[in-house]
DNA sequence: ATTATTGATTATCCTTGACCTTCATTATAG
DNA sequence: CTATAATGAAGGTCAAGGATAATCAATAAT
């Protein structure tokens, strides 16, 4: 039996494609007996393929009547210029040029203000910390803020 | 009997929408009998379901001429709503705490899905450097975490 | 070395029922 | 008449038990 978790990644997947709901739910236990394989198999499933950062969102509950919610986010057809993401944050970025970037996003309406808004502030957060706490060089922190912008455009942009 | 539980919430919610007033009173146990169950029960879908962190509050008053009333919190002006935010996520959040709060404040409108994407990836990524990078203790990371989520929500309560 | 699989253990959710507390009304004592 | 005690009518608490899902560490596969 080669490859479950992708045959299991795949099930949702078509699972999220077929029906026109952005989200499919599914009983853990059900979906591991119909792969015959433990039912721990699904989280492992769910926190390697199913991720914000690859657009999905995972919720759930326990106990009786217990269930697992998928929810897609991103958009199936991205923008053509948003696939170049990475190209266009590189491995390092400063403040100013995520500033820019993200205004200039925003001008093509692929984020809202308020989207934008968290994104500085979530950057603004990171660098501080590592300024203040961590006393981390600016190179050092302009990585790790390419980083966490690179993450955040990915989750809305790309699939 | 599926989800004796979510009946009733969705009974009570019904009623405040329903009617256009911002509260409502109900007799423990009519409302019991009515769904075929133990008093208590309605106990627990007000104590798990309507909670301050859903924007809802309970009062009541027990003996003769009893009755517990539901009222819905309205916000009047955003500096409310963000001491309100700084209550709920308090000094220290774990990830499980802050994935459901904002699974809460999706439902409530008060966030979009894609902006709990990013939030979600933000927290995920500050953790992860916690770990890995910094060797933070839990505690540490969810404090951190804490700071960081209140510092987008808030962003976005004035927004 | 990384990713995938398994299973034992733990945590959470829902439901029920026995027992506790509080309040309004009524009965009784002075 | 008043003050207090008894009664009945609510609602509250808590703990147990069953039903799921999550976690984690060990092991296997690639």
Redesign the interface.
Known sequence: MPNLTRAIEKYIHDLLESGEAASVSLRRKELAESFGCVPSQINYVLRSRF???R?F?V?SQRGG?GYIRI?R??FEDPEEKMNHIDDIVGDSISDQEAHRLLQILQERDLI????R??????LR??DE?GQSD?DLSQHKRNT?QA??LK??LR??MLA
Chains 1, 2 share one sequence.
Do not use: D, Y
């Open positions: 991720t914000p950062e657009g969102l919720e009547h929810l986010i991103a809202t203000a308020r989207e808004l968290i994104i500085e502030v979530a957060h990171s910390m961590f790790i980083e966490l993450r955040m989750s809305l």
